[in-house]
């Protein structure tokens, strides 16, 4: 059948889905039309019509700026810059960072053909100029292409009056050392502490 | 086709949500490229990062197919780099003239091996010179050895240029005319010495060996290979004179 084909079709090509389960999802979909097809019909015809990028951040809301962005209670003067919204997410998740966020839209990737001029790096800029900030934290991933994206914008910001922090590395929550990888372990002896 | 090496991962490419392509430089088999299955996931992506050394176990029907990847960590060289821009931009420059620079399917045992104690300098505080005399060391596998040993004019010792048509070193004396046609030479690359925070000699010795780079390397001009070394030609530029 050409509609049930193309709703797998579509429904498949979403991330931690394949055929089989975009197959059961649409079973379930046409067997309970009333609690799950029409309301998710409405949800995503509500989101696409409401869901926009914040021209200030790059997060997405359903107006922009967003509401992190118009929240007055937050510190102006610190933006957390991350990678993508899954980050701004995680970072929201921690309910310790009180500041205001930039998204940049990836990482600096010459073999994927990202170059600075791909990332959200001029609103940055701006953002310094404008607002007064006073501290950047860069938090993106502590991967090759993290870190050297996150260099990158450390020279970039240089000249500016602003005090450029990042994430710290080392060893997680809850973590066993006997258990670590080596390289979390070579990190985190390269930035370990004084105890006070 | 099925073999188990040793090799040090060149580039990673995203194939679906968790598995990738990964380009490999193994010991004895060269450059190739396989599939590797949950190379994005939680388990595997901590090693199994750019310019890690990995244990690899490969798999496939025939030579015309891309075969598959079992990989076990063994050292993941980019944590040791992560927190220095300048060891950083060695890192990929010197990863990504090698995947430039190499064919696929050819033995390259001596790039491995060269490749893989140059990421044991990083952690020195010579690795500029270090990733400095690399580059001449890839080019001279290359098939250009430059020879810095004596003047190619049968000048006196003072070395100072190098003759872009011969990668013979030439004296101050004899360059003297030519010397505007002629590349400069730094003083640490005659000498073999190893030092610290002489950025424009680390500049000029990049800008030496980038003449003969581009004349091997076909696809030299591709922005994936040149970034990372423009960089960090930009970067020893920028800190010329102060502390790296």
Redesign the interface.
């Given at each position: 059948m050409q509609e049930i084909d193309n709703l797998v079709a579509v429904l498949s090509r979403l991330?931690?889905f394949g055929p089989r389960s975009a197959k059961r999802i649409v079973l379930q979909l046409l067997k309970k039309q009333d609690i799950l097809m029409t309301p998710l019909i409405d949800a995503l015809k509500s989101a696409k019509n409401n869901v926009c990028d914040c021209e200030v951040c790059g997060n997405i809301d359903t107006k922009s700026p967003c509401d992190i962005c118009n929240n007055l209670k937050r510190d102006k003067t610190t933006i957390c810059v991350v990678e993508n919204v899954a980050d701004l997410w995680a970072m929201e998740r921690t309910g310790t960072y009180k500041g205001k966020f930039h998204i940049l839209g990836g990482v600096l990737s010459?073999?994927?053909?990202i170059?600075p001029k791909h990332l959200n790096i001029d609103g940055i800029v701006s953002r310094i100029e404008q607002d007064g900030i006073s501290e950047i934290i860069l938090a993106t991933n502590?991967?090759?292409?993290g870190?050297?994206t996150a260099?990158?914008l450390?020279?970039v910001l240089r000249p500016y009056d602003v005090k450029i922090t990042r994430l710290a590395?080392g060893v997680p929550v809850g973590g066993e050392l006997d258990y670590l990888?080596?390289?979390?372990l070579?990190?985190a002896l390269?930035?370990r502490q004084i105890i006070e | 086709m099925n073999w188990k090496d040793k090799g040090i991962v060149l580039?990673l490419?995203k194939l679906g949500?968790y598995d990738a392509i990964c380009c490999l430089l193994s010991e004895k088999h060269g450059k190739i490229n396989g599939c590797v299955k949950g190379a994005f996931s939680k388990r595997m992506r901590?090693?199994l990062?750019?310019?890690s050394t990995v244990q690899a176990e490969y798999k496939t029907k025939s030579e015309e197919h891309l075969g598959y990847f079992k990989i076990e960590?063994i050292?993941?060289n980019?944590?040791?780099v992560?927190?220095h821009?300048g060891k950083?931009?060695a890192?990929?420059s010197a990863i990504?003239i090698v995947d430039a620079s190499l064919m696929y399917g050819q033995n390259h045992d001596t790039v491995f091996s060269v490749l893989e104690s140059f990421f044991t300098t990083l952690n020195s505080d010579y690795w500029a010179s270090s990733y400095c005399k690399w580059e001449i060391s890839i080019l001279a596998e290359m098939g250009i050895a430059l020879d810095f040993s004596s003047c190619a004019g049968g000048g006196s010792n003072d070395l100072c240029y190098v003759s872009p048509k011969s990668g013979r070193a030439v004296s101050r004396e004899m360059g003297q005319l030519y010397k505007a046609k002629l590349l400069p030479l730094p003083k640490f690359l005659v000498d073999n010495s190893l030092l610290e925070n002489k950025c424009l000699e680390y500049y000029e010795a990049m800008k030496m060996s980038d003449f003969f780079l581009k004349s091997v390397i076909s696809d030299y001009n591709k922005?994936?290979?040149t970034?990372?070394r423009k960089?960090l030609s930009d970067w020893f530029f920028?800190r010329f004179d102060k502390n790296a």
């Open positions: 991330p931690g010459p073999i994927d053909g170059t502590l991967t090759v292409e870190q050297s260099h990158y450390a020279e590395n990888d080596d390289g979390t070579a990190v390269q930035a | 580039r490419s949500e901590p090693f990062e750019i310019g960590p050292k993941n980019s944590s040791q992560l927190n821009s950083l931009l890192f990929k990504s922005e994936n290979m970034e990372p960089r920028n």
